[in-house]
């Protein structure tokens, strides 16, 4: 009797440990899945099956068929055009030139001197990648589909033929995946390697970018990250909520609140960012991330035109017979105003215009209009 009693439990037991490595190992299913966009429209995530990866010729069979490699090229161009309407490349270069008028004058504007000049430490070189076979430096901004470059750069640098066959443990693995950092060179090589190679990096809104940062660190967490929620989230909390008891504190998590009045808190925070370590990418300014008027990158791309930089970045970078941008699921990039100002509602202007002020480089740097709509 109390034999099978006991058995009883152990099956139960058993049950209960397969359910927990089944949860387990579905979040990881789930990272995969999530491409660093960490958005859905219409329910379709960014890598759906059917949305062509970009198709990196392999640069062997390249050389084999030298005197036509445009077979290739011709289907992945096809490819891109399937999404819609791509405007021609090269009207686009007057708009790349625009963009580096603004930069070029804000940098020059002394009032904006603290939000624009970092000097160029190893923090930001930890942010850029290197591409020697392309002379290619590519420098790293979160949330604005960089997986989808650092596969190409990796092919591009010869450790994998295609960007199928590269391992997705091994895309951010810049020991093994033959991307390395700019960081990771003697001074003499980087100094070469900053003044003559390609260099570009990708922007996109502001504030934009930081509801993305919050939705996918602290509310949806698709890649299994338990930091975030585990020790960032009570943190902050601690410090920035106005009111908080005990069990509040890990009930309800972190607010789009909370993490505003930390951000907006330029001298407050310093201790925590260090704390934090490498995760705040995720929200320190552009200017921070890739030193933009320190370093002369030749184009800025912009999320929300997405689909006229990244044929002109191929193009301007040398690579456009290699390599193609897959096809950007319509409206996956557009600014969503709404969205903005949904977040923005219950939040003070007090603490708007605390974040706009330590955000503020970023929006000028890069052309982007202020928030003057959630300040009225
Ligand atoms: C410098 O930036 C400030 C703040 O955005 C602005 O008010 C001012 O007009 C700028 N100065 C110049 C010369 O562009
Ligand atoms: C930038 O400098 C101004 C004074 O010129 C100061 O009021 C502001 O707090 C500084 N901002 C940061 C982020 O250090
Ligand atoms: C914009 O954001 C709002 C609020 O999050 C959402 O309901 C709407 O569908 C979004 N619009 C587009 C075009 O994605």
Aim: net charge positive.
């Amino acid at each position: 009797m109390g034999g099978v009693m006991r058995h009883h439990w152990l099956l139960l037991g058993a049950c209960g440990w397969v359910l927990l490595i089944l949860m387990f190992v579905s979040k990881f299913i789930t990272f995969k899945a999530v491409d660093d966009y960490g958005e859905r429209v219409g329910g379709q995530s960014w890598t759906v099956p059917g949305t062509k990866m970009i198709r990196p010729v392999p640069v062997s069979s390249l050389q084999k068929t030298a005197p036509k490699p445009s077979d290739q090229v011709i289907r992945d161009i096809t490819v891109v055009s399937q999404s819609s309407a791509v405007p021609p490349v090269t009207g686009w270069q007057s708009e790349v030139e625009r963009r580096s008028d603004i930069l070029s004058s804000v940098c020059k504007n002394s009032s904006l001197r603290n939000l624009t000049h970092v000097s160029i430490s190893k923090f930001v070189l930890d942010r850029i990648f290197v591409c020697d076979k392309r002379k290619i430096l590519f420098c790293q901004t979160p949330k604005v589909g960089n997986t989808q470059w650092k596969k190409v750069l990796i092919v591009l640098n010869g450790a994998f033929p295609t960007v199928e066959e590269i391992p997705e443990n091994l895309v951010h693995d810049h020991e093994k995946n033959g991307l390395p950092r700019l960081s990771s060179l003697k001074p003499q090589e980087i100094t070469h390697r900053l003044s003559t190679y390609f260099k570009f990096f990708i922007v996109r809104d502001p504030f934009e970018r930081l509801i993305s940062a919050f939705k996918d660190k602290f509310v949806k967490n698709p890649r299994f990250e338990p930091w975030y929620k585990h020790d960032i989230a009570p943190a902050i909390i601690r410090k920035y909520r106005k009111s908080h008891r005990d069990n509040e504190l890990s009930a309800s998590g972190l607010h789009f609140e909370d993490f505003v009045r930390y951000l907006g808190d330029a001298d407050g925070r310093h201790r925590m960012d260090r704390q934090f370590g490498e995760h705040i990418i995720h929200w320190v300014t552009y200017a921070e991330l890739c030193a933009p008027c320190e370093i002369h990158y030749n184009v800025v791309g912009h999320h929300e035109t997405l689909e006229q930089d990244a044929p002109h970045i191929l193009k301007a970078a040398g690579i456009d017979q290699l390599v193609s941008y897959p096809a950007i699921p319509p409206g996956i990039t557009r600014y969503n105003r709404t969205k903005v100002e949904r977040y923005f509602s219950g939040i003070s202007q007090r603490d708007i215009r605390r974040l706009y002020a330590r955000y503020m480089g970023d929006f000028s740097l890069f052309g982007y209009p202020g928030p003057d709509f959630l300040l009225n």
